[in-house]
């Protein structure tokens, strides 16, 4: 049997990348030692040779698909597009930030990426015909994906879109080995590597921009709409992007808490087959308690290009904080773009694949102390206290569930999936959830779209 050493040398890979592409400038002179250490945070999964295996073919993918991106950069004048007042979705997590996203999306004057783009951007996606291969193979990686991670498509309901989904900025910093998400190393049975790999806001806002140049030569000019965790890379973004406008969604901290920790943990499931939910909830409770402490510090949260939208009046109205948006910064928001707007929300329920049911039990710490810990934070942003019509089971803690009596335990069993040592779900739900997903994995998917501006 091989070691992991063996097969995931990160020397032996990069040199195999080169070698298939017959190409070697990464177009950063740090990428090796960087790739390296990413190399090394893998091997620290412990995993068996078939998952090493897997490891090392998302290696090469990646560092191929790089090599190539920079190497279009050469061979076309991609540097002359000009990224032009584009638009940012930004928040925490489960703050709306994606539904926001897709909202955007659909605005015909506009133009979002897409995930066939980033998964596969050479050659330029503006010179590929509309039967280009690498729709079709996203399509059929985004199946996979799904089929490894059924319970994503319940809490992101959006991935039904399959390639022509919608990637976070974050995915274009994927083959920068900054960040390695499950979109990227869904193939992988380790857990989501949080962290622990160097960062350089600057470098990877340049890499981003080089992404839309990328995926805009060839292509009618629209404005970007865009959307990632930009809070706290404000200076590096305005810095890349001086005109840029951003909207950025406040939520109730302990809401975004919950709910992130459900779903990352769900996620961690599907990859390696178990979840340490204590583990996953101390581990996201310190990640939300520094990104909202550091907000609050964030100089820059007043500048004149963020406007700063609360998640209920979002979820109330989310046409009309968007038409709000766009009028403050002078952006035409016209009929036609009402219309898909509404359109979009009148197609597409947030509940599709089933509701997404997570309670506040999860967290494991006293919540009235919570609530007060974040008081500012809501002063700050006009926030109350979130209050939800239904929750899941009492008595969880630290990943134990006790159970639930009556008409609570009815809701949730009719309604609601929810994470933990026990799951709760109902015949029709299944029915639901596995019919939407059978239909997305035959090559005419039912719930598959193409976005404007493809």
């Avoid at 089971?393 to 009596?405: K, M």
Wanted: proline fraction near 7%; glycine fraction near 10%; charge should be positive.
């Amino acid at each position: 049997m091989s070691s992991d050493t063996d097969i995931l040398n990160s020397d032996a890979l990069l040199a195999a990348a080169e070698s298939e592409t017959g190409l070697s400038d990464y177009g950063d002179e740090s990428l090796p030692a960087r790739f390296r250490e990413a190399v090394s945070q893998i091997q620290k999964a412990g995993m068996d040779e078939a998952g090493q295996r897997a490891a090392a073919s998302v290696c090469n993918w990646l560092l191929t698909s790089r090599l190539r991106f920079f190497g279009d950069h050469k061979r076309y004048p991609l540097a002359q597009e000009q990224i032009e007042r584009p638009l940012f979705a930004t928040g925490q997590p489960r703050s709306g930030t994606t539904l926001l996203h897709a909202l955007l999306s659909v605005d015909p004057h506009g133009r979002a990426l897409r995930f066939w783009e980033v998964m596969y951007p050479s050659p330029p996606p503006g010179l590929a015909g509309p039967d280009d291969p690498r729709r079709a193979r996203a399509d059929e990686d985004w199946r996979e994906i799904l089929r490894r991670l059924p319970k994503w498509l319940i809490s992101h309901p959006y991935n039904d879109m399959l390639g022509e989904g919608l990637p976070e900025d974050e995915r274009t910093w994927a083959f920068d080995f900054r960040v390695m998400t499950p979109t990227a190393w869904w193939r992988v049975p380790m857990g989501m590597i949080v962290g622990g790999l160097p960062s350089d806001p600057r470098a990877q806002y340049r890499l981003h921009k080089m992404m839309l140049q990328h995926c805009q030569f060839g292509r009618p000019k629209k404005y970007w709409v865009l959307k990632g965790f930009h809070g706290h890379r404000l200076e590096a973004l305005f810095e890349a992007y001086p005109d840029a406008r951003i909207v950025w969604i406040h939520r109730d901290p302990v809401q975004v808490i919950a709910s992130r920790i459900v779903l990352t943990g769900e996620l961690v499931e599907g990859l390696v087959g178990h979840v340490d939910w204590q583990a996953q909830a101390a581990q996201h409770l310190a990640a939300c308690r520094a990104d909202f402490q550091a907000t609050m510090r964030n100089p820059m949260i007043g500048d004149p290009r963020v406007h700063h939208v609360r998640y209920p009046d979002f979820i109330a109205d989310p046409v009309g904080t968007i038409r709000g948006f766009y009028g403050r910064y002078g952006v035409p928001f016209g009929a036609d773009t009402e219309a898909a707007m509404r359109d979009y929300l009148r197609n597409n329920k947030g509940d599709r694949y089933g509701k997404f049911c997570y309670s506040t039990d999860v967290i494991g710490v006293d919540i009235q102390q919570l609530h007060a810990e974040f008081a500012p934070f809501r002063k700050r942003f006009g926030l109350e206290i979130e209050q939800r019509r239904y929750n899941a089971p009492t008595g969880h803690r630290g990943g134990r569930i006790d159970g639930a009596r009556g008409n609570a335990r009815e809701n949730i069993r009719k309604q609601c999936v929810f994470s933990g040592r026990q799951l709760w779900r109902c015949g029709p739900l299944l029915a639901r959830v596995g019919g939407a997903a059978r239909e997305l994995h035959q090559p005419a998917a039912a719930g598959r779209r193409r976005g404007p501006g493809a």
